[in-house]
């Protein structure tokens, strides 16, 4: 199997439930200079980056669902929401009860002021991170590529039903049990792999993927060895080519070990 190209999900897949790396993570990629290792989020390039300063310029980062792809800390790939679409994003969320809005940019992702409990999930995933009573006029400043929904009580799967009538161009996507990720229709880390895959000149059948969430679907149909998580979402089960062991139990290495 001669594999160029990996890529990763983070939560629930790379990183355990504690959100650490697998130990022998780093020195994989150091040991495999030959293959694209692309770590694939719905995080902040930013917040991404950040567990990876030893080896990061030896990683490509597919950031916010697939929004922005950053090499070397240059954007080499970005699909922008129209303004107007935002807009309508922040009616939509600002009816449901429990709902916390973030504004995903290239430089920053902005957020009204909110509680502190609310704000520790938040930087979670996004490290830089502004907190404004002006959202959407500060927002617009910036390069938008998705609306996050942090959902209060982790009930984002029956929020979803809120944003069935959204606009045709745009999609939402169950990204985790507390939210929700809203941008173009044609965002997700599927596209942006394609992407890579044709800067690089790499096949399908010589690209790996790992993922455990529904946001992961199009990145796994994108590569030929396709992995879901033992611990993932049953639907993408279903989609993945095989099952490896889970997030806790060193699935992910397990199989590039193997390679």
Known sequence: MNIKLVALDMDG???????????????WVRQHPDIKTVI???RQYYTLVKDFLPIKDSLIYVAENGGLVFEREEIIYKN??????????????????GTTPIICGAKSAYMRPADESILKEV???????????????????????KVAVFVEEKQAESAMNHFSNI??????????DSWIDIANQTVNKGVAVTAIQEMYGIDEKESMAFGDYLNDAELL????????????????????????KSNDNDGVMIVLRSL
């Open 167 to 176: 606009k045709r161009r745009l999609s939402a996507v169950l990204s985790g």
């Open 13 to 27: 897949t790379l990183l355990d439930s504690s959100k650490k790396l697998p130990a022998d993570f780093m020195d």
């Open 221 to 244: 149909k994108r590569c030929g060895e396709s992995y879901c998580m033992e611990n993932g979402h049953p639907d993408l089960k279903l989609m993945a080519k095989y099952i490896t």
């Open 80 to 97: 922008e929401m129209k303004k107007e679409d935002i807009l309508d994003c922040l009616k939509i969320i600002d009816s449901i009860k």
């Open 123 to 145: 930087r979670i995933y996004y490290d830089h991170l502004k907190q404004t009573t002006k959202l959407y006029e500060d927002a617009i400043q910036d390069t938008i590529v």
């Open 40 to 42: 694939a989020s719905g």
